[in-house]
């Protein structure tokens, strides 16, 4: 028998929110019966899974056959479709832009057209556009939190910007990326502390 196709990035995404909406949390990353975690296993932090979740609750509103456990297999409409991207949309409405643009109000150096300019490009980045918007990565959530990390920590409050930088951690394993340059500059501004006498 030939193993069915498994859809690409639109089918993992929808199925999670499949898993999340119908398993108890304790059976999300585990191989079971109604989980098996060769379709399409979670296998991002908790904090996606977690947005998952509440996603399906939203979808089983909208149209139930979207988040049905094992029916809903391989389902694809336009309409679920468009409800994809506007969650993808959404997710970067509360979390990715209003950061960016706080970035480039407070942090970025230069005169205001220079600031916009430094927006547009971070907004009209053709790879998050086409990548989270195209399929459905969601990556402007875990970078979004990111950056809300860097502005906490250039404004001085190291404790928002360390928590914001584990919320984009336990969004994606991808943040790995960035844990370094925070580690680093937390690590500095602690030594460099010390050494003045004010840690």
């Known amino acids: 028998a030939k193993k069915p196709p498994m859809f690409g990035d ?29 379709y399409w296993g979670l296998d991002y932090p908790p ?6 979740w509440i996603c399906a609750y939203i979808a089983k509103i909208i149209n139930p056959e979207w988040v049905e456990l094992h029916r809903s297999r391989g389902y694809e409409s336009p309409a679920h479709k468009l409800f994809m991207r506007t969650t993808v949309l959404v997710a970067d409405v509360l979390i990715y832009i209003p950061a ?52 906490a920590l250039g404004l001085g409050w190291d404790a928002l910007g360390s928590m914001a930088f584990s919320l ?26 010390g050494l003045m006498g004010r840690g």
């Open 168 to 193: 984009a951690l336990n969004y994606k394993q991808m943040e790995l990326y960035h844990a370094l340059p925070f580690f680093c500059y937390l690590l500095g501004k602690c030594v460099k502390d």
């Open 47 to 52: 904090l996606t899974a977690y947005h998952s």
């Open 100 to 151: 960016v643009v706080l970035y480039c109000l407070y942090l970025a150096d230069g005169s205001s057209k220079k600031k916009v300019s430094t927006l547009f490009c971070f907004l009209l980045y053709p790879g998050l556009i086409l990548i989270d918007h195209g399929h459905f990565q969601y990556n402007g959530v875990s970078l979004g939190f990111a950056l809300w990390g860097v502005l």
């Open 10 to 38: 639109y089918e993992a995404q929808r199925h999670w929110q499949e898993v999340t909406y119908n398993l108890p949390v304790q059976e999300w990353y585990f191989n079971n019966t109604d989980n098996d975690l060769n």
